[in-house]
């Protein structure tokens, strides 16, 4: 249940687009494992990351 909603989350707040770049990959991943600072804290993983 944890990953399904990370992957909603992770989708929602467009870390799911252009797979086919590194970091991309990178992001969707950590996006998808810690929904819970995206969604509850609005941790920007685009500028932590890339």
């Given at each position: 249940?944890?990953?399904v909603?990370?992957?909603?989350?992770?989708?929602?707040q467009?870390?799911?687009?252009?797979?086919?770049v590194p970091?991309n990959?990178?992001?969707?991943?950590a996006?998808?494992?810690?929904?819970?600072?995206?969604?509850?804290f609005?941790?920007?993983?685009?500028?932590?990351?890339?």
């Amino acid at each position: 249940m944890y990953l399904v909603i990370g992957v909603v989350v992770a989708a929602t707040q467009g870390y799911l687009v252009a797979w086919n770049v590194p970091g991309n990959i990178l992001e969707g991943l950590a996006a998808i494992v810690l929904w819970p600072l995206v969604a509850l804290f609005g941790v920007d993983l685009h500028n932590l990351i890339a």
